[in-house]
Every structure is written in C-alpha cells, then in structure tokens.
Nanobody, 123 residues
Framework: QVQLVESGGRLVQAGGSLRLSCAAS????????MAWFRQAPGKERDLVAF????????YYADSVKGRFTISRDNAKNTVYLQMNSLKPEDTAVYYC????????????????WGQGTQVTVSS
C-alpha cells in the first residue's frame, strides 16, 4: 500500500502561484511513477502532469504547459506541482496519484490516490 497526502491548495488570485505537495508513505516511493490530476465541478478528472521514477521526460496537459512544473524528491518521498500564472479555469480539486505501471494517461492506470486539495483561482 501507498498512502498519499496532498497539501498546498488554497484561494489565490489570477496570475498568482502555488506549489502543491504530495507526501507518500508505505512502499518504496522511488518505485512509482507519479502524477497530478484535477477535477473541476461537473467535469471529469483529467491528467495535469506526470513524472516517472527517474524524473525524465515529464508530461503536461496542453492547458498547463509552460505554466506548471512537476518534480519529485525521492529522498523526501514527495512529488510537487509548481503552478504559475494561475487562471480561473485552473480552479479544481487536485489529486496526486501513483502507478507502478508504464501507462499513465488514464485514471485507471493508477493504483493509489490521495484525497485531494482544493485550488481556487479568483479573477
């Protein structure tokens, strides 16, 4: 089992920045590929960013490319999402997820999920 706990979500003005953190415990964190998803009210949960265990070739959704950066610190068992130039459309609950497999685009590819952290961007 892997337990994931997100933090860092809050209300922020458009144009501002936030850094989300996801602390993992349980099995060896460095064995897992990690991702951030988000879900806005009435919408599906979408992949925002993905990082593999080696931290190479991260993936970003087109909507956040150039504004968000995913990173991880295997020594601290933590994955981060740095969010800059935030827009009202970034408002959502952000979820951290872990997968031991090689597929990463869909929710079903992930074995473990956190409870989510709310990010609200005001205009």
């Amino acid at each position: 089992q892997v337990q994931l706990v997100e933090s860092g979500g809050r209300l922020v003005q458009a144009g501002g920045s936030l850094r989300l953190s996801c602390a993992a415990s349980g099995r060896t964190f460095s064995n897992y590929n990690m991702a951030w998803f988000r879900q806005a009210p009435g919408k599906e949960r979408d992949l925002v960013a993905f990082i593999n265990w080696r931290s190479d070739s991260p993936y970003y959704a087109d909507s956040v490319k150039g504004r968000f950066t995913i990173s991880r610190d295997n020594a601290k068992n933590t994955v981060y999402l740095q969010m800059n130039s935030l827009k009202p459309e970034d408002t959502a609950v952000y979820y951290c997820a872990a997968t031991s497999g090689g597929l990463y685009r869909g929710q079903r590819d992930y074995n473990y999920w956190g409870q989510g952290t709310q990010v609200t961007v005001s205009s």
